[in-house]
């Protein structure tokens, strides 16, 4: 896996460059205030790259200090579960079973995501952070909102856009860190 030191511009070219042709997904555009805070890219030495994750920080009224992570990867990887804080590699196999909790759009696609339990314990879940999952393009999305209640931010207009082509826009894109901790 790599990941930069800190978020800038320049490491941030560096991640699309090692990342080739898979998605770097961005909740776009980025609302004021907010900045990306953290990146990465998992891939074996040398060869094709296997997942990416993307950090973006910001402040709601509701919720103070908020990180919205998202995770594309192919399956098996693991990334999104370890920075879901959820056991196994995947989301599991009741995804689909009920309706989504929410869409967002990808390009012209609106993709459902799904609660992930974040807890073993039924009786006392964890309250720190929302975890969803769905598949886009044939690959795990997973989103983790910290803290939880920062779900309310997800609404079906929220965009994700494959940032890999931007090109000039990159420019003008805010990065900050340090990022969180996963």
Do not use: K, N
Request: glycine share 12%.
């Amino acid at each position: 896996m790599w990941r930069p030191d800190e978020p800038t511009y320049d490491a941030f070219v560096l991640h699309l460059r090692t990342a080739a042709d898979f998605p770097t997904y961005l909740p776009w555009p980025l609302g004021p205030g907010w900045a990306v805070s953290d990146f990465a890219v998992v891939a074996e030495e040398g060869g094709r790259p296997s997942a990416t994750l993307t950090c973006v920080s910001g402040t709601s009224e509701l919720d103070g200090p908020v990180d919205a992570l998202v995770v594309a990867e192919e399956v098996g990887v693991g990334l999104g579960a370890r920075c879901a804080g959820v056991p196994g590699g995947d989301p599991g196999r009741a995804l689909g079973d009920t309706p989504p909790v929410v869409r967002v759009r990808i390009g012209s696609a609106l993709v459902p995501l799904w609660s992930v339990s974040t807890s073993q314990d039924v009786e006392a879940p964890e309250l720190d952070r929302t975890v969803l999952a769905g598949e886009a393009a044939g690959r795990w999305l997973w989103i983790v909102l910290r803290p939880a209640t920062a779900m309310l931010l997800m609404r079906d207009d929220w965009i994700l856009r494959d940032v890999s082509g931007l090109g000039p826009s990159l420019v003008a894109m805010p990065f900050a860190g340090p990022g969180p901790g996963w």
